[in-house]
């Protein structure tokens, strides 16, 4: 395909993405069949998908679809036949905040024609994010960029040739291919969306954490922190700084800081000589959260200068293993 420019190269904010997706809820509207039926068909199959998502009984036939932006502070209200409301909450690279998505959803269930058993709440995210506990706890169900991907795919190969939907489906690949290409990247040229790509990978793979930007006067970082283990005198966790691996404490009692910093790096400093890892003793600061000590670079390589995900899993299994001993050792 030859090389053209596309709209949402140009339209990145969360409005443009309202847009195309009141575009796809409209396009599912009976009265549009005739003028492109692929279109019409991928918009139905839109909202199917999301009935799915909350296994609910698809409707027999769609007769009516009322599209409402920005309803008391909803991105999207979507009505279905008139007894039946999808609510959609569409975020590009932030996330959700002041419990507005609690807010929203008893916003549209006050309407008195609506039982809580027909609203259908999705959370629509083209980003990366590492924590939806606060988005699944206000019942929205998740709706990701490889959803829409996914849908967008299908949906191209039954014949939609629309220039919009086509835009839109090769914005989506390209971003999928940013987050997606630390696999093929030399370590050493990895940059904002390799680390997240590949922070939602280890997670995928059964890492227990979080991640996300960490902002500080040095131009910040993207962290992951997980393996977290609480005594009455610190906490202890694992975060992943990038390249390097570092042993953290948290300790609440200021006159306590250093006193547990020093005992900490030196148990580890001391007892890593029978594992794959070298740990190594870091330059101190003495705040509420300290390093104690850093691998510093826990990345395994394929021979090629590229990452070995599942070497890496086996470093950070040790490390996990390793914590582990020195947390029952050291008392």
Same mark, same amino acid.
């Given at each position: 395909m030859d090389k053209r420019p596309n709209l949402f190269s140009h339209g990145t904010s969360e409005l443009s993405q309202d847009a195309f997706i009141c575009l796809l809820a409209e396009w599912a509207k009976p009265v549009y069949k005739e003028t492109d039926e692929c279109l019409h068909e991928a918009g139905i199959d839109f909202i199917r998908i999301i009935y799915d998502l909350h296994k609910k009984n698809f409707p027999t036939s769609i007769k009516e679809i009322k599209i409402t932006k920005q309803f008391k502070g909803l991105d999207i209200l979507i009505e279905v036949n008139g007894n039946q409301a999808i609510l959609i909450e569409d975020k590009t690279y932030t996330k959700e905040h002041s419990n507005q998505l609690k807010r929203y959803y008893?916003? =549209?269930? $006050?309407?008195? $024609?609506?039982?809580?058993?027909?609203?259908?709440?999705?959370?629509?995210?083209?980003?990366?994010?590492?924590?939806?506990? !606060? =988005?699944?706890? !206000?019942k929205y169900m998740l709706f990701t960029r490889r959803h829409m991907l996914e849908f967008l795919q299908e949906n191209i190969d039954r014949g939609v040739q629309d220039q919009i939907f086509l835009d839109y489906y090769f914005y989506l690949r390209e971003i999928e291919k940013k987050y997606d290409s630390y696999k093929s990247l030399p370590l050493s040229e990895w940059k904002g969306e390799d680390w997240e790509g590949f922070y939602e990978?280890?997670?995928? *793979?059964?890492?227990?954490g979080q991640y996300g930007y960490v902002a500080n006067p040095n131009g910040g970082f993207y962290a992951l922190w997980w393996n977290e283990q609480e005594d009455n005198d610190c906490r202890r966790y694992l975060q992943?700084?990038?390249?390097?691996?570092?042993? $953290?404490?948290? =300790? !609440?009692?200021?006159?306590?800081?250093?006193?547990? *910093?020093?005992?900490?790096?030196?148990a580890l400093i001391e007892r890593n000589h029978n594992f794959s890892f070298n740990v190594e003793k870091p330059r101190f600061g003495n705040g509420?959260?300290? +390093?104690?000590?850093?691998? *510093?670079?826990?990345? =395994?390589?394929?021979?090629?200068?590229?990452?070995?995900?599942?070497? +890496?899993?086996?470093v950070l299994g040790e490390v996990e293993k390793f914590l582990k001993m020195i947390n029952v050792i050291v008392k």
């Open positions: 008893e916003e =549209v269930a $006050k309407l008195e $024609k609506y039982k809580e058993s027909d609203l259908l709440p999705i959370y629509y995210k083209i980003g990366n994010q590492s924590d939806y506990s !606060a =988005v699944i706890d !206000a990978e280890l997670k995928q *793979r059964g890492i227990k992943l700084e990038e390249g390097r691996l570092c042993f $953290k404490i948290y =300790v !609440a009692d200021q006159h306590r800081r250093k006193e547990l *910093r020093d005992k900490w790096s030196k509420r959260y300290m +390093t104690v000590a850093v691998v *510093r670079d826990y990345r =395994v390589g394929d021979g090629k200068g590229r990452i070995d995900i599942l070497g +890496t899993m086996g």
